[in-house]
């Protein structure tokens, strides 16, 4: 007779370090500190129309790296969610997010182009 494999526990899991980002008017961001090289090399293959391809490196980036946001105390941590919440942000709130990727990434990932 075969014994069952129990699944490990979630602290068993690796977890990438994150760093938060913190605006008095449209919350708290936290992103991921860590990229694969596969997820990498496609951010790198985004082209297209300059004006097309910036947003689409944003979102991108956003989908990849957002651990969560949370806005008036409300955290938001399901990707599906976040990816929601950050197609209907506001211009400001657009601006405030591509600030921080850029400084993200000039940290943690300074061989990547910032969008």
Do not use: N
Request: hydrophobic share 35%; no cysteine.
């Amino acid at each position: 007779m075969s014994r069952r494999k129990r699944p490990k526990k979630p602290a068993d899991k690796l977890r990438a370090p994150t760093s938060r980002y913190a605006h008095p008017e449209h919350g708290e961001l936290e992103l991921r500190g860590a990229l694969t090289p596969k997820t990498r090399a496609a951010y790198a293959e985004i082209s297209g129309v300059r004006e097309d391809a910036w947003q689409r490196r944003v979102e991108f980036l956003f989908e990849r790296l957002a651990v969560s946001w949370t806005i008036h105390d409300l955290p938001i941590t399901k990707q599906k969610e976040l990816l929601a919440r950050f197609r209907v942000a506001t211009q400001d709130e657009r601006a405030w997010i591509r600030s921080v990727l850029r400084d993200h990434l000039i940290e943690h990932f300074p061989e990547m182009q910032t969008p």
